[in-house]
């Protein structure tokens, strides 16, 4: 499966983006699909994950009530709604797919997009 983040762009603070990431190939209610980040000088974060049907999510303490994760099955894509955007969010971000349906670690993702840069000023 191939994936193409967008989405992101330059906001100030308690802006809110949503990021989109189509993804083409295989069937895309065969994955489960995730969010992560990678911040200047930092390792790559998980941000949130959601599971083939959509039932689940799962979100990082520090997103937790402020981002939402969605996907459309029909449309193959899945969604980040990042509101209360705050400067520590700045970061590229990525979407990932996962074979075994739900997960939080990168190493279980199977297929990454390229990433999205989001910029958050003071």
């Known amino acids: 499966v191939q994936l193409q983040a967008s989405g992101g762009g330059l906001v100030q603070a308690g802006a809110s983006l949503r990021l989109s990431c189509a993804a083409s190939?295989?069937?895309?209610?065969?994955?489960?699909m995730g969010w992560f980040r990678q911040a200047p000088g930092k390792e790559r974060e998980f941000v949130a994950a959601?599971?083939?049907?959509?039932?689940?999510?799962y979100y990082t303490d520090s997103v937790q009530g402020r981002f939402t994760i969605s996907r459309d099955n029909a449309k193959n894509t899945v969604y980040l709604q990042m509101n209360s955007l705050k400067p520590e969010d700045t970061a590229v971000y990525y979407c990932?797919?996962?074979?075994?349906?739900?997960?939080?670690?990168?190493?279980?993702?199977?297929?990454w997009g390229q990433g999205t840069q989001v910029t958050v000023s003071s």
């Open positions: 990932a797919a996962a074979n075994t349906g739900f997960a939080t670690r990168a190493t279980r993702y199977d297929y």
């Open positions: 190939g295989r069937t895309f209610s065969s994955y489960g």
């Open positions: 959601i599971n083939l049907s959509g039932g689940s999510t």
